[in-house]
């Protein structure tokens, strides 16, 4: 029998974009990140992207919060964007907005986020699923490097982002959302187009993590 029509949709999305989280995980710039090779610069760098990506994340929610199929995914517990202004107030200054451009792979991320948003509400869950179960999983990881590396207080200005205040059971919280993936209600097409969606924006994440490390080449 077709294993789309028997198996749980977080096992098959989680399965079928295995492959490009290792690759994700595996980037040059991850690995110098994650092994305190580079600097705060870096760090802040990346957390820029993440604000562009985050403002489209959370700027299409907005107008998807009746919506039948992406609805139940947005949930206020998980907007980031408020905390990213934080972190980036702290890292940069009140003007850190000031001339901020993002990479071009950080640009093309965020069109496709806002062109799902506006257009296909499923494929938006695709990129929900793969930057907020990421960030309550291995977000947490690089959170501990973060403050070990760079000197920010635990859970403190700098690594907001990581700190969901409002999730104090982020493994309740993963269980819950596996269950909205289950109960998505799509046809087998559709579940596989989301799964093809979610392997895009993994790859549009390595995209950004591959023009941050020629960026900042390690030098050491
Ligand atoms: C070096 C960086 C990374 C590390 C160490 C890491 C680590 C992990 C770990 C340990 C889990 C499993 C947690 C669990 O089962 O509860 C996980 C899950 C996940 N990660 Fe990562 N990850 C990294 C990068 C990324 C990136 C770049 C993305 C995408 C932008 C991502 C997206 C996800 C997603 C969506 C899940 C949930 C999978 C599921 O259970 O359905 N991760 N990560």
């Known amino acids: ?12 999305i989680r399965t079928a974009s295995h492959e490009q989280h290792t690759e994700a995980e595996s980037s040059t710039f991850m690995g110098d990140m994650l092994g305190g090779r580079l600097g705060v610069e870096a ?15 959370e700027d299409g929610a907005q107008s998807l919060r009746e919506d039948p199929v992406a609805g139940p995914f ?11 202004e934080r972190d980036l107030t702290h890292l940069r200054g009140e003007g850190w907005r000031e001339g901020l451009e993002p990479l071009p792979a950080t640009a093309a991320y965020a069109a496709r986020v806002a062109e799902c948003a506006r257009e296909w509400p499923a494929g938006y ?35 907001r982002f990581y700190v969901f205040e409002q999730i104090p059971n982020p493994a309740a919280f993963k269980r819950d959302y596996r269950e909205l993936l289950d109960a998505v209600n799509a046809d087998d097409l559709e579940k596989q187009r989301v799964m093809d969606e979610c392997k895009r924006a993994f790859a549009l994440n390595t995209a950004v993590f591959r023009e941050l490390g020629e960026v900042f080449p390690l030098s050491a």
Do not use: C, N
Request: charged share 20%; no cysteine; proline share 3%.
């Open 125 to 159: 869950i695709a990129h929900h699923y793969t930057r907020y179960l990421g960030d309550l999983s291995g977000g947490q990881i690089i959170r501990g490097t973060a403050e070990k590396t760079w000197g920010f207080d635990r859970k403190g200005d700098g690594v």
């Open 74 to 84: 947005i949930q206020p517990e998980l907007m980031r964007a408020g905390e990213l």
């Open 1 to 12: 029998m077709d294993s789309t029509a028997t198996t749980p949709f977080s096992t098959l």
């Open 43 to 57: 760090y802040t760098r990346y957390t820029e992207q993440l604000w562009f990506v985050y403002r489209a994340l």
